[in-house]
């Protein structure tokens, strides 16, 4: 079971960039999706879970309004889609399979994480 983030860089605040999770149709099918972020010495914390249907989303209430999730299982890919970023969204993103069609915000609500990718927003 392999999960594979991309799409960090270093941006500017105020921009945008858009993350994707890919992984095998087995990993993905039936499941939910999420993205978490840890920034430098601190807790891995919850950002945004999509349902394996796409019918339900959720996110963290620093993220609401900026971020949105999606998903094309068609492709078994999610995406992350961040705008109006501020240097506090720093951090390496992670993705990871829920254990659910929906997982919710809980980490140990998901079994497989993907590696991690660095995103850098400088003010």
């Known amino acids: 079971v392999q999960l594979q983030a991309s799409g960090g860089g270093l941006v500017q605040a105020g921009g945008s960039l858009r993350l994707s999770c890919a992984a095998s149709k087995r990993t993905f099918s039936n499941n939910a999706v999420g993205w978490f972020r840890q920034p430098l010495g601190k807790e891995r914390e919850f950002v945004a879970t999509?349902?394996?249907?796409?019918?339900?989303?959720n996110y963290a209430d620093s993220v609401k309004g900026r971020f949105t999730i999606s998903r094309d299982n068609a492709k078994n890919t999610v995406y992350l889609q961040m705008n109006s970023l501020k240097p506090e969204d720093t951090a390496v993103y992670y993705c990871?399979?829920?254990?659910?069609?929906?997982?919710?915000?809980?980490?140990?609500?998901?079994?497989?994480w993907g590696q991690g990718t660095q995103v850098t927003v400088s003010s």
């Open positions: 999509i349902s394996w249907r796409g019918g339900t989303t």
């Open positions: 990871a399979s829920g254990r659910m069609p929906y997982s919710g915000s809980s980490s140990e609500m998901y079994n497989y």
